[in-house]
């Protein structure tokens, strides 16, 4: 496996099949926020990540809409992206009622066309994707001037774990962003159901 600090972050589960992970994907705690205590942290992050006012958010790799819906309930107009026509069902009945929008498409090269939006967000996603500099400067092209990325990333998985480290990402942001800041999210055992040791944090960058 390629090591997580080169250039080209490998895909850990490149061969994972979505649609048939589909049915069990909220299972996990952090996936699913069905517990109340989890639900609310991932809430209160969102809050302070996201703009106070109401933004247009691009969620890519939205899954079944778990954080979509946060946003959506916090005011904010939320368009998700999954590649997986089963995740992206779960998302649209998710979010019903909910002034979103749920496209099926791939999240290095999401179907908005000339769209633009305030933040995107994008939550254990870009660590996949062979050429992360490359879609981090396609996904700045998508913001408005003063609009943010909000990424949630980690290295994680023993004995070969996998992810991209904080270090990387904020180097990889640097030509994109004056305003890059890193939040530590692995001391917070609410928002796993559960305490971590590996590295999970979330950056938020302004363009």
Not at 170 to 176: D, H, I, Q
Request: hydrophobic share 45%; net charge negative; proline share 9%.
């Amino acid at each position: 496996m390629t090591n997580v600090n080169d250039d080209t972050v490998a895909a850990g589960t490149p061969d994972l099949d979505w649609d048939a992970a589909a049915g069990a994907f909220d299972d996990e705690p952090d996936h699913g926020l069905r517990d109340p205590g989890i639900r609310a942290a991932w809430a209160a992050r969102l809050r302070s990540w996201l703009p106070e006012r109401p933004a247009d958010v691009l969620d890519l790799g939205c899954g079944t809409g778990s954080l979509s819906l946060l946003a959506a309930e916090q005011g904010h107009r939320v368009t998700g992206v999954d590649s997986s026509p089963a995740m992206v069902e779960r998302a649209r009945a998710k979010l019903a009622g909910r002034d979103t929008v749920i496209l099926c498409g791939e999240a290095a090269t999401p179907p908005v066309g000339e769209q633009r939006f305030d933040v995107v967000l994008v939550r254990h996603v870009l660590w996949t994707l062979p050429d992360p500099g490359r879609v981090l400067r396609r996904w700045r092209d998508l913001l408005r001037p003063g609009g943010r990325f909000v990424l949630v990333e980690g290295v994680w998985g023993a004995p070969h774990p996998v992810g991209i480290p904080a270090d990387r990402l904020t180097a990889l942001l640097a030509p994109l962003s004056p305003d890059v800041r890193v939040e530590r999210l692995s001391d917070d055992p609410l928002l796993w159901g559960r305490p971590v040791e590996d590295e999970r944090y979330a950056v938020v960058a302004v363009v």
